[in-house]
């Protein structure tokens, strides 16, 4: 018979402890039921309760469910309507995909809860999967941002034209440290931050969130030059040269448009989100 040692026994209760993803369905494989054309802009397209179970949407918007037996093919894996993406791993079978801004001011941030509510004063370690989605994106980001928060009553609200100045508000801003830009070579990365609790919280939300006045009256300018839908390329060239430093969105100059999607959208993939007790600064 083998005998443990007090120590190993409290270091086993200590990882069960303090070593567990706090995210519900953290890789998207439960749903309600499969992804299809009648979901997204159909009868529950004014749904706040995403498909995919435990994640929540702001309804009006459509990021997007991807799974092995979609029944449309816009929503199939590793074919879709952004061409060949393939999961993180063979044994994979689903991700989400949304678009965290366009230059319009459109956004789709998406929201997942968690098993229990954060507790005030601990550290937590999050993380997450992503992928970019290439050549289809007129635009790429350097950061997707993530949003913690004890509910997300302004993301359940139906707005008709979802756009970032009316969901975004001051009171929603990013509150994840992340030490390091995210990565646009479409291939799956995993990025890594931090956060502090104040306690209650039982929610995590992507997308890009509150930055500031000066960001709105960019976002302002862009829409008002018609530079979304093509038109003026020239003060396009100069809108992009006066606001260089402010922007984290840019072009991207391997643009090619496929059949499916010719809107200038940035578009990402997202899986494996993970939530738990950061460990790496407690001994043991």
């Keep these: ?4 040692s007090i120590t190993s026994i409290l270091y086993f209760l ?7 993803n706090l995210v519900l369905n953290p890789q998207f494989e439960e749903y309600y039921h499969l992804p299809d054309l009648k979901y997204e802009y159909g009868e529950r397209y004014e ?8 994640w929540y949407r702001v309804r009006g918007t459509t990021p997007d469910y991807y799974h092995v037996n979609a029944k449309n093919d816009r929503y199939e894996i590793p074919y879709n309507m952004l061409g060949y993406c393939p999961p993180v791993s063979l044994d994979d079978s689903a991700y989400m995909g949304f678009i965290p801004l366009k230059m319009d001011g459109y956004v789709e941030p998406f929201s997942g809860e968690f098993t229990k509510s954060l507790e005030a004063k601990k550290e937590y370690q999050i993380s997450f999967v992503y992928r970019y989605a290439g050549e289809p994106c007129y635009f790429y980001l350097n950061k997707i941002e993530v949003f913690i928060s004890k509910d997300i009553k302004q993301f359940k609200k139906f707005y008709i034209m979802p756009m970032y100045k ?4 001051s009171e929603i801003k990013a509150n994840v440290t992340f030490t390091e830009s995210i990565i646009n070579d479409g291939k799956w990365h995993k990025i890594t931050g931090y956060y502090t609790a104040k306690g209650g919280e039982q929610y995590i939300s992507f997308g890009i969130f509150y930055q500031n006045e000066k960001f709105n009256k960019i976002i302002n300018e862009y829409v008002n030059g018609n530079f979304i839908i093509g038109w003026n390329p020239n003060k396009e060239q100069q809108f992009y040269k006066k606001y260089k430093k402010y922007l984290f969105i840019h072009k991207n100059l391997n643009y090619k448009p496929i059949k499916t999607v010719q809107q200038r959208l940035s578009y990402y993939f997202i899986d494996d989100v993970c939530v738990e007790i950061d460990t790496t600064g407690i001994d043991y």
Excluded at 47 to 54: A, L, N, P, Q
Excluded at 166 to 169: A, K, V
């Design 47 to 54: 749904d706040s309760v995403f498909i995919c179970k435990h």
């Design 1 to 4: 018979m083998k005998y443990f």
């Design 14 to 20: 200590y990882s069960f402890s303090f070593g567990q």
């Design 166 to 169: 009316d969901i975004i508000t």
